[in-house]
């Protein structure tokens, strides 16, 4: 059973910076594609970024192109989401997923198979 817990949410102003991390329980994480996303008060969650399991490619929504950043370091079994230039429709709970083996569609959530608790990120206007 995979566990994830996201660290690193708290509450920044507007054009601070943040860095969210993940730690993923098992040694298989090499294989899973792991994806951020995030849910806003009244809102559906949505995907924000995410980076595949095999080649390095990086996707992101565009309302945060530019800012937030996904990296993954397989040795520690970690995936961090550093977010910059901060806004306060970030505002949101931020999730962390893995999807095994997946390529493609990392925007989709029904195609993670693992979530974690979430992390709070308030961005103050």
């Known amino acids: 059973q995979v566990h994830l817990e996201e660290s690193g949410g708290g509450l920044v102003q507007t054009g601070d910076s943040l860095r969210l991390s993940c730690a993923f329980s098992?040694?298989?994480?090499?294989?899973?594609?792991m994806g951020w996303f995030r849910q806003a008060p009244g809102k559906e969650r949505e995907f924000v970024a995410a980076?595949?399991?095999?080649?390095?490619?990086?996707y992101y929504a565009d309302s945060v192109k530019g800012r937030f950043t996904i990296s993954r370091d397989n040795d520690k079994r970690t995936v961090d989401l550093q977010m910059n230039s901060l806004k306060p429709e970030d505002t949101a709970v931020y999730y962390c997923?893995?999807?095994?083996?997946?390529?493609?569609?990392?925007?989709?959530?029904?195609?993670?198979?693992?979530w974690g608790q979430g992390t709070q990120v308030t961005v103050s206007s």
């Open positions: 098992e040694r298989t994480f090499s294989s899973y594609s």
């Open positions: 997923a893995a999807s095994w083996a997946t390529l493609d569609d990392l925007e989709n959530a029904p195609l993670y198979d693992d």
């Open positions: 980076a595949s399991w095999h080649g390095g490619a990086t």
